[in-house]
């Protein structure tokens, strides 16, 4: 019964780590926060990441970021996620046999290892990155869309390194991580690689991985949406890899409308569409008198843009202003609803960050 007993435990140890060997292999070492990283050289091809247990955590006083390395070690097929990649093997070993610091990462993929379009079935391939475009981030669909001669070039499953996270301060705070004020995209110039081949990201909604060593250059000032804003205004659509967008049109073009809350506060919205933005006037009474009053300008989420698949259809406007945030939400929002009241009226609601209400607003007609 023992006997049987102990060849059970090791099927499942088997079963759990997969197939073990001892290898010697030469390539990349790169530390990202808690994430120890080998990018094996095979052919004079750098090969996609797997995971390094060191042992002790013990680098080599030369050791350099992304150095060259030899280094001997047991391979384990384990499946692992720290920071940014999913890998699919882990590799044990006691320490690095040799460092070579002339020679970087990024630096041999930028001189050696050229983007590839055509690859074979299951093969991964990375390649050095350095574009600009735009950083979105809302909730499990961080995205970096880069552009080429501004236009659309292409789009990733985004991951920033852990240093570069600490030294990009945006909007007076520390750090890139997924926030809703990322949700309509900052202007970044940056390096890094790009893993491709298979899908990535929530999903598998990405043809490519982008990690980011580096941000050049950024620019909250300039956003992804009023870039799609400007490239329909000139085009007529902007073509995405997914879908072909164009302008909101629940409320006509130029026409000005008045809306009046039905419920929570005598509240008037004056509107005008132009494009995608809207520019409008709000209006609070209270009795006989003006509570408050004041006008700005919106502009509408482009992933709401018109779609006649979704049932009470709705195109979501936000402040235009950078500062105009609350805890990472825009201070006002409007919702445009596809869906119109018994008497033919467009109905909209009001997300009121600053005064934390909510309200809708119905159609008058003069």
């Known amino acids: 019964m023992k006997k049987y007993l102990t060849l059970l435990l090791l099927l499942v140890s088997v079963c759990f780590y997969g197939q073990e060997t001892v290898e010697e292999l030469k390539g990349f070492y790169k530390i990202n926060g808690r994430e120890n990283l080998f990018f094996p050289l095979k052919d004079s091809l750098v090969q996609v990441p797997i995971i390094v247990n060191l042992k002790n955590n013990k680098l080599p006083d030369d050791f350099v970021n992304t150095s060259f390395v030899r280094l001997k070690g047991k391979l384990i097929e384990q499946r692992s996620f720290f920071e ?6 882990t590799i044990e070993i006691d320490r690095i046999v040799e460092v070579d610091t002339n020679i970087l990462l990024e630096d041999y993929l930028k001189k050696y290892q050229v983007y590839k379009t055509e690859l074979k079935e299951d093969e ?29 070039e ?24 997924i926030k809703s004020s ?18 990535y990201g929530h999903f598998g909604g990405w043809k490519s991985q982008i990690n980011i060593s580096e941000v050049e250059e ?47 506060c005598d509240c ?10 809207i520019d409008y006037t709000f209006t609070e009474k209270d009795g006989s008198g003006i509570k408050k ?6 502009i509408a989420n482009p992933w709401t843009y018109d779609n006649n698949t979704w049932d009470n259809y709705r195109v979501t406007y936000e402040s235009v202003e950078t500062e105009s945030r609350v805890y990472d939400n825009s201070k006002f929002t409007v919702q445009v609803y596809r869906e119109k009241d018994e008497n033919g009226n467009i109905t909209i609601a009001i ?8 309200f809708g607003l119905t159609q008058v007609k003069n």
Not at 84 to 89: I, L
Not at 159 to 164: A, G, L, S, T
Not at 293 to 298: A, C, I, M, Q, T
């Open 84 to 89: 940014s990649y999913f890998t699919k093997y």
């Open 124 to 152: 991964q391939r990375v390649a050095y990155f350095e574009e600009e475009g735009y950083y979105a981030g809302p909730f499990e669909g961080h995205t970096f869309v880069w552009i080429k001669d501004k236009e659309y």
């Open 154 to 177: 292409g789009e990733g499953w985004a991951f920033f390194d852990e240093d570069v996270k600490q030294s990009v301060i945006v909007e007076g705070k520390m750090g890139l991580g």
């Open 182 to 199: 990322f949700n309509r995209g900052i202007y970044m110039k940056v390096k890094g690689i790009r893993t491709y081949g298979k899908r």
């Open 218 to 264: 950024f620019d909250i000032n300039k956003s992804l949406w009023e870039f799609i804003e400007l490239k329909i205004r000139k085009n007529g659509f902007y073509k995405d890899r997914k879908q072909k967008l164009i302008f909101p049109k629940i409320l006509e073009e130029g026409k000005k409308y008045t809306f009046k809350a039905v419920a929570v």
């Open 268 to 277: 008037t919205l004056e509107a005008k569409r132009t494009g995608g933005y």
């Open 293 to 298: 009053s004041f006008n700005g300008r919106l």
């Open 351 to 358: 997300e009121d960050y600053i005064n934390n209400r909510e």
